[in-house]
Every structure is written in C-alpha cells, then in structure tokens.
C-alpha cells in the first residue's frame, strides 16, 4: 500500500507571499497526483491533476510539479481565499485503480 | 451543468446498513467514472469506491471491501453506495464525485452525513 506524506501540517503566511505545499509518496507513483483544496463546510475543489495540470477554471497562481515519489503545490502570491486545508491524492497503476490521499497541509493567515 | 446531489444518509446502529444515493444531472453517467469519498467530521479525505465508465470495473478500499458495493442504475442517472455491516468507523460524510479525465474526482456533491452509533 503506497501511503502519501505531506509537509508542513500547518504553514502559516501572509497575503501576498509564496506557499509551496509538499508531498511524498512510499513508492513511486509515476505522475499520477492530484491537489484539492478545501475550505470549511464545503467540497473539496480539484486544483491540479497528473502533477502540473491545472484543472478548469483555477488560477495561474496555482502550479504543479514532481515525478516519482516527490510532488510540490505552489501558490506563488497568495490570496485572501486561498487560507484553506490542501489534499493530494494519487492514482494507482492497479486496474481498476484505486485512490489514497494524504493527510493534508492547512494553510492558515499568520 | 454538471450537478450531483446525495441523499440517504442518517444515524445507524453499528452492524447496520443504509444505501446512499446520488443524483446527477447535467451529464450521462455510463459516459464517465464515478466515485464515493468520504470524510469524517474534522478529519481528511478518504476514497471509497469507484466504478469505471462502462460499469464493468469497481474498486474498494481495503478498509471498506467486502461490505460497501458500489453500483448505478442508468435510467434514473443514479449512483448508489450499498453499506453493510457499519461500523462507527464509517462515520463520516460521504461524497459522491465524477471524473474529467483519470479518475480525479472533479465535481463533488454537497455530501451526506452517515453517524454509526448505538
């Protein structure tokens, strides 16, 4: 069972600076990432899949990257709405694939 | 326009079982993979099932297989997640979600609350 780990649980900035989000899986798992974001009392919304595709309608300020086991959210000048918690999620080469993901990484105004 | 509505959740007794459903409009789902993900109240995400376009493939996680079944029924464009054997573990509100491409939930419902509890 692959597991996912993202760092840091809590990143605490301002409006205005970079986040970057990490998150590690146990093995391999090719390009086969997502990143969700999550506000409080709502659905999770997909903001990146296959590691840097930006999913419709989401912001150029939000990018992807990472191959492998290593994967990286970045927000490179962040908003007042994007104070949230950050999911990623990989697929599984299995058939049919499953799904995991991690623990999350709470963005919160310092 | 895409739209997902779940219903049938409730308070259970564990060892009990509930179907969940999930309307969708604005889409044909034998046209797209559809999953359930859940997430107990202050915790994370957690997936569920899937079921691929064509409904000839479903997948499970470990910690539900053998007691949730994912299915749909085409004409009323319906997902349904059959849950037996509850336990207070699965406490949680469940999404159901579609697909865009590669089976990243994309569009997600508004969730339903299931509580296992005596």
């Known amino acids: 069972e692959i597991v996912l780990t993202q760092s840091p649980a809590t990143l605490s900035l301002s409006p205005g600076e970079r986040a970057t989000l990490s998150c590690r899986a146990s093995?391999?798992?090719?390009?086969?990432l997502a990143w969700y974001q999550q506000k409080p009392g709502q659905a999770p919304r997909l903001l990146i899949y296959?590691?840097?595709n930006r999913a419709t309608g989401i912001p150029a300020r939000f990018s992807g990257s990472g191959s492998g086991t290593d994967f990286s959210l970045t927000i490179s000048s962040l908003e007042p709405e994007d104070f949230a918690v950050y999911y990623c999620?990989?697929?599984?080469?299995?058939?049919?694939?499953?799904?995991?993901f991690g623990p999350g990484t709470l963005v919160d105004i310092k | 326009q895409v739209q997902l509505v779940e219903s049938g959740g409730g308070v259970v007794q564990p060892g009990g079982s509930l179907r969940l459903s999930c309307a969708a409009s604005?889409?044909?789902?034998?046209?797209?993979?559809m999953l359930w993900v859940r997430q107990p109240p202050g915790k994370g995400l957690d997936w569920v099932a899937l079921?691929?376009?064509?409904?000839?493939?479903?997948s499970y996680a470990d910690s539900v297989k053998g007691r949730f079944a994912i299915s749909r029924d085409q004409s009323k464009n319906t997902l349904y997640l059959q849950m037996n054997s509850l336990r207070a573990e699965d406490s949680a509100i469940y999404y159901c979600?579609?697909?865009?491409?590669?089976?990243?939930?994309?569009?997600w419902g508004q969730g339903a609350l299931v509580t296992v509890s005596s």
């Open positions: 979600a579609r697909e865009v491409t590669g089976y990243y939930p994309h569009y």
């Open positions: 604005g889409f044909t789902l034998s046209n797209f993979a």
């Open positions: 079921i691929t376009y064509d409904g000839s493939s479903k």
């Open positions: 093995q391999s798992v090719s390009s086969s």
């Open positions: 296959d590691s840097s």
């Open positions: 999620q990989l697929r599984t080469g299995d058939w049919p694939p499953k799904l995991t």
